[in-house]
């Protein structure tokens, strides 16, 4: 068995996208970034931030789109879905 789950309290780094498919459902998109702190050598700490994109569907899509903007502390939790591009 294996389990797909991700909590992730972090900042929004911009205000939220809130657009509709063609069928109607409403689609919000927004990003997170979250501090890592870690020690680089004995005495010297440095914050490295980790950023997610993020991805609501549906009526709480439509409600959120409404509460957020950049810069809001939110906690959010869900599955994760990894991908990645590369540049031409």
């Known amino acids: 068995m294996s389990i797909n789950h991700v909590s992730v309290v972090g900042n929004l780094t911009r205000d939220v996208e809130l657009r509709s498919t063609q069928s109607g459902t409403a ?50 939790s869900g599955k994760l879905h990894y991908s990645s591009w590369e540049k031409d």
Do not use: H, Y
Request: charged share 25%.
């Open 27 to 76: 689609v919000l998109s927004f990003g997170i970034a979250v501090n890592d702190r870690r020690k680089i050598n004995s005495e010297q700490w440095v914050d490295e931030p980790n950023f997610f994109e993020c991805i609501v569907f549906g009526n709480r899509a439509k409600a959120l789109g409404d509460i957020l903007t950049k810069g809001m502390k939110v906690a959010i």
